[in-house]
């Protein structure tokens, strides 16, 4: 039997807004106060991924070996430098079409997640003006596996109390179009079509989202 269109889950970075450049500068921050060599190509392996498997990417080019203290310190210190950065976002950093496709969404009666691995996610939210909108959030502060696993959209749907082949998943890095998919919900990626070969559907940003083709097809 064929699924109808429930909810709608979406990543946080790079489709509702763009933090990725302050992640960018953050991780850029520790990697020079080591001496650890850091750019733009790097930080693309960083979308998507949680913050110690993200700093163990960073570590790969390190002349020397640290303890998981060391990691702990060094996690905890690009945290402390991305949230200095998110603290001055304002409701202008919505993705343009954004704030219009969730309140459509509202209108329309379909279900509303956010599902991010950030554990700044929250106050992402706040600073942007869109806490309203969502159904359901869930963090990295509640769950246990990182995308690619497909636990935290698992998780949100379980709670939104709606069948995961009755969610489209949004995205724009690979490990979480793959943790929509292992899901078993259609997923929608934002971004590269090469890099999101595994998306059933690659748009370019939020705007081309279409949710009256969406809310016609059956899954």
């Known amino acids: 039997m064929k699924s109808a269109l429930k909810a709608v889950i ?31 190509r790097i930080n693309e392996r960083l979308k998507g991924v949680e913050r110690m498997r993200s700093l163990e990417i ?12 060391e ?55 706040e600073k942007l003006q869109i806490k309203e909108f969502f159904d359901y959030m869930a963090d990295a ?3 246990k596996q990182g995308k690619p696993d497909p636990e935290i959209f698992l998780t949100v749907a379980d709670n939104l109390q709606v069948a995961a082949e009755c969610c489209i998943g949004v995205e724009d890095a690979a490990a979480g179009i793959k943790a929509i998919k292992t899901a078993g919900m259609f997923a929608v990626g934002i971004g590269d079509p090469q890099v999101l070969s595994e998306a059933d559907e690659v748009i370019a940003s939020i705007v081309g989202f279409d949710l009256q083709k969406y809310i016609e097809m059956v899954f």
Request: charged share 30%; net charge neutral; hydrophobic share 40%.
């Open 71 to 125: 990691k702990r310190l060094w996690a905890d210190k690009k945290n402390e430098y991305y949230k200095e950065l998110i603290e001055t976002m304002t409701p202008s950093k919505v993705a343009p079409g954004a704030r219009e496709l969730l309140i459509t969404l509202k209108e329309k009666g379909i279900k509303t997640g956010l599902a991010s691995v950030s554990k700044n996610a929250q106050t992402v939210i």
């Open 10 to 40: 979406f990543d946080l970075d790079g489709v509702l807004t763009d933090t990725a450049g302050y992640h960018y500068l953050a991780w850029r921050k520790v990697a020079d106060e080591l001496g650890i060599y850091f750019d733009e």
């Open 58 to 69: 960073v570590f790969e080019r390190a002349d020397r070996g640290f303890t998981d203290q």
């Open 141 to 143: 502060t509640i769950i």
